[in-house]
């Protein structure tokens, strides 16, 4: 996504506030699928493009509700909240102050602007990266749909908590033992875009290749796990330094502001993933190899 793409997506947003959108319509007016636009436009602008809505229009809401002589419920209504209740708890909760008291003088209030994209100068930075392809892989994993709106929401530890739920459940180890020693890599799978869908499936799993255990792996695919496909693609790669999940997130935030406006490449809507060797270089977190094409 372009800069360009993400004034449009906040202009849209601007002009049509008041009526029933969401990132997913927003997503078809710049032409993108929803999980995709959801992911770029968090990582580039720190929030998602539900996050801004609301926030602008809460915005809105105290505007009218101290210049004019809106009632609570009409404005509840007229920013899309369904009762008068559940618009006081957002208001409260974003100003600090109920509706009512936003409507008396002298009430300390939030403004969050409206957010217009510039380019500007920072001091320059190597960000390191490598571009391979690979053909069709194969992946055994253990695999669960996650909402996309958990994409970039720094509060959220689905993803963590589903590594901790699986390493606690002995699940990872049988599909490590499939591998043989030295061989051992874990992947972190993340589905393509898909148009129109409100979650995305995230995988952890091992190569399946010659190397593994075929009789093993057809064991664990009737016990629930499942293999995963890729189809061939180029990728870009990125070596994540780091003790946590915090330089990923770093990477991926990079990836977006530094990495596609300088070199031309753009992601694709192929699976990504994180790689965690067994044994890898000191510091290093993961690598993450992120689908791509030239524009």
């Not at 490449?265 to 192929?270: E, H, I, N, R, V």
Request: charged share 25%; hydrophobic share 35%; proline share 4%.
């Amino acid at each position: 996504m372009s800069i360009q793409l993400i004034q449009q997506a906040i202009n849209y947003m601007e002009e049509h506030i008041c009526e029933p959108i969401n990132y997913v319509k927003v997503a078809e007016k710049v032409h993108m699928s929803g999980y995709n636009f959801h992911r770029t436009f968090s990582f580039i602008v720190g929030m998602t493009a539900n996050e801004y809505i609301r926030k602008r229009r809460l915005t809105l809401a105290a505007m009218d509700l101290q210049t004019t002589d809106i009632s609570v419920m009409d404005a509840a209504l007229k920013y899309g909240y369904e009762s008068p209740e559940s618009f006081a708890k957002a208001f409260t909760r974003f100003h600090g102050a109920t509706p009512v008291q936003a409507k008396r003088k002298g009430t300390k209030l939030h403004l969050f602007q409206p957010l217009v994209i510039k380019i500007i100068m920072e001091g320059g930075s190597i960000m390191d990266y490598r571009i391979e392809h690979k053909e069709k892989q194969r992946f055994i994993a253990l695999v669960k749909a996650f909402p996309n709106e958990i994409v970039n929401d720094d509060s959220d530890h689905s993803i963590p908590d589903f590594w901790t739920e699986c390493y606690e459940k002995n699940l990872i180890d049988p599909m490590k033992l499939l591998r043989p020693a030295g061989k051992r890599d874990l992947y972190g799978l993340c589905s393509p875009a898909r148009d129109n869908e409100t979650h995305f499936n995230y995988g952890i799993g091992v190569m399946a290749d010659e190397d593994t255990d075929i009789a093993g792996l057809e064991h664990l695919t009737e016990k629930g796990y499942s293999v995963w496909e890729t189809e061939p693609a180029d990728y870009a790669v990125f070596q994540c330094f780091g003790s946590d999940g915090d330089c990923l997130a770093e990477t991926w935030s990079r990836f977006f502001k530094e990495f596609v406006p300088q070199t031309g490449y753009t992601q694709t809507d192929d699976t990504d993933y994180e790689i965690y060797f067994e044994h890898g270089e000191r510091g290093l977190f993961c690598e993450l190899w992120v689908p791509v094409k030239k524009r």
